[in-house]
């Protein structure tokens, strides 16, 4: 077979490092990176032999059991077509799991986009998708937060032309590259770019990446805020457990005015805790952040952990009420489900 060479990206907003990251190298300025690991970034070790041994002995307890599933028919879900939102409006709509339909200066842009109805060594969706394929408007692009199947499914991928924009972790541009993908801007930590007038930072997460057997932590892993004209700002954090690097975020993008946050797939927490926040600790990483609101995500989805399948919200909404935050700062919205900034 021919070796087919990577198309070079058609040109976009400068790629412009944020200031230097702590304790971190400063990022390549070509927007293509060539390390081999990103295993120095992890926040903490990947399971040894021991949490292996474990996993194998508790392997049923990983999953809801017939007890937990009992309140599926109960998952909040309204799938419609996506509302109306003029060029002004800051407006998102929760697709399922991580993918959200983001309305922003004008461009609709695709987080984590996952429409498939069952990916690779993940049960089946229980919740239909939010929002149908065929309403969605031309999308301007899209933004990965990291290359695990739920996160990253290439049959949805197929579906876009492939010279829709893609924004992506450092290591992830070759994957989309030699999908015939031409307009791919690979970033590092706290690097950015302009795409339509609006801004895509590339931020920090507590997570890993891999997605084939002898990959671990080849390619990066994180989550975006994106800023529009008028300097509003949504933080999507991709997949996550909580730490240190949400009070940074906030420094760095202070001002933030909404953060789409993961509050599912938590237990056990022995196995979970150092990739996956749970309802409480989602709620701690937005005040962290200095988000003025929450919309919940990664839950209602697909059962990847052992938690009843409806505590998610329960806690979420506890552990908000617990603050004493305004209740209306808390979007916690039906698959399928709407909102918009206010103008």
Known sequence: MTEQRDP???????????????????????????????????????PGVRALARLAREAGALRPGTEARRDVPLLPCEPAPLPPAGPG??????AGHASWV???GGLTVLTDPVWSHRILGTPPRVTPVGVPWASLPPV?????????????????????PRTTPVLVPA??????????????????????????????????????????????????WGGWVLTDQQGRKVHFAGDTGYGHWFTEIGRRHPGIDLTLMPIGAYAPRWWLRDVHCDPEEAV??????????????????????????????ARVRAAWARTGRPREDLWDLPVGGSRALPL
């Not at 976009?12 to 070509?30: K, Q």
């Not at 005040?287 to 399948?309: I, K």
């Open 8 to 46: 070079a990206p058609a040109p976009a907003g400068p790629l412009v490092p944020a200031p230097a990251a702590t304790a971190l190298p400063d990022p390549p300025a070509s927007g293509r990176h060539r390390r081999r690991s990103y295993r120095d970034r992890l926040t903490a070790p990947l």
């Open 89 to 94: 409006v800051l407006a998102v709509t929760w």
């Open 102 to 104: 983001l309305r922003v």
């Open 140 to 160: 301007d692009a899209v933004v990965i937060s990291h290359n695990h199947y739920d996160h990253l499914d290439a049959p949805t991928l197929r579906r876009l």
């Open 171 to 220: 290591g992830l541009g070759r994957w989309f590259r030699r999908r015939r993908f031409t307009r791919v801007h690979e970033l590092d930590w706290w690097q950015g770019r302009e795409v339509g007038g609006v801004r895509f930072d590339f931020v920090p997460a507590h997570h890993w990446s891999r997605r084939g057997l002898f990959d671990t932590c080849r390619t990066l």
């Open 284 to 313: 701690a990483a937005c005040a962290d952040l200095g988000a003025r609101r929450m919309a919940p995500m990664h839950w209602a989805t697909f059962l990847l952990s052992a938690e009843p399948v409806l505590e998610p919200l």
